[in-house]
Antibody
Framework: QVQLVESGGGVVQPGRSLRLSCAAS????????MHWVRQAPGKGLEWVAV????????YHADSVKGRFTISRDNSKNTVYLQMNSLRAEDTAVYYC???????????WGQGTLVTVSS | QSALTQPPSASGSPGQSVTISCTGT?????????VSWYQQHPGKAPKLMIY???KRPSGVPDRFSGSKSGNTASLTVSGLQAEDEAGYYC?????????FGGGTKLTVL
């Protein structure tokens, strides 16, 4: 069965960096694009970034462009989110999700909480 | 990359139907047939309910249906059940990025 397991969250000071990981299993990872989506406490879902199945293309939301970078390692079945220059407003649960047919996000991880606070 | 517009709340009694709207622009909802809907219970990860405007993944009850007209997509939940009480989010492809709606809290009275 498809499994996505995020890790790397925690408490970090403003301006510092953090790298999130999402380990995938149960499907051919190298055949699927992957997304990161976040949800601030008590707020709605916000799309963050996407990476193509082979890493050839990647796009980021305007709110994180220039600070966050999505990447992947198909040999490790893992997608990453490098987060630099973190701000208080980046505090959220971060989910990774699989890009399925028809531009849908068909499987989601359980999320990892990032708290940006001094 | 403005969020799609959804009503903050919706409600209905058990057995009734409720429709949630999701309004975007010609650059997202109106420009592509790639609208999907997600259900989220408190403290849980989102779950895909509808994709490509009106298709249902296997395992999703046929009480859930989707449609689109112009720049507005809609999710209809028929025969409301207590377990349908949750947050619902639309998501649209927008050319090289994706954009979510603000979310709708569905209450089953």
């Amino acid at each position: 069965q498809v499994q996505l397991v995020e890790s790397g969250g925690g408490v970090v000071q403003p301006g510092r960096s953090l790298r999130l990981s999402c380990a995938a299993s149960g499907f051919t990872f190298s055949s699927h694009g992957m997304h990161w989506v976040r949800q601030a406490p008590g707020k709605g879902l916000e799309w963050v970034a996407v990476i193509w199945y082979d890493g050839s293309n990647k796009y980021h939301a305007d709110s994180v462009k220039g600070r966050f970078t999505i990447s992947r390692d198909n040999s490790k079945n893992t997608v990453y989110l490098q987060m630099n220059s973190l701000r208080a407003e980046d505090t959220a649960v971060y989910y990774c999700a699989r890009w399925g047919e028809g531009k849908r996000l068909d499987y989601w991880g359980q999320g990892t909480l990032v708290t940006v606070s001094s | 990359q403005s969020a799609l517009t959804q009503p903050p709340s919706a409600s209905g009694s058990p057995g009734q139907s409720v429709t949630i709207s999701c309004t975007g622009t010609s650059s997202d909802v109106g420009g592509y047939n790639y609208v999907s809907w997600y259900q989220q219970h408190p403290g849980k990860a989102p779950k895909l309910m509808i994709y490509e405007v009106s298709k249902r993944p296997s395992g999703v009850p046929d009480r859930f249906s989707g449609s689109k007209s112009g720049n507005t997509a809609s999710l209809t939940v028929s025969g409301l059940q207590a377990e349908d009480e949750a947050g619902y989010y639309c998501l649209s492809y927008a050319g090289s990025n994706w954009v979510f709606g603000g979310g709708t809290k569905l209450t089953v009275l």
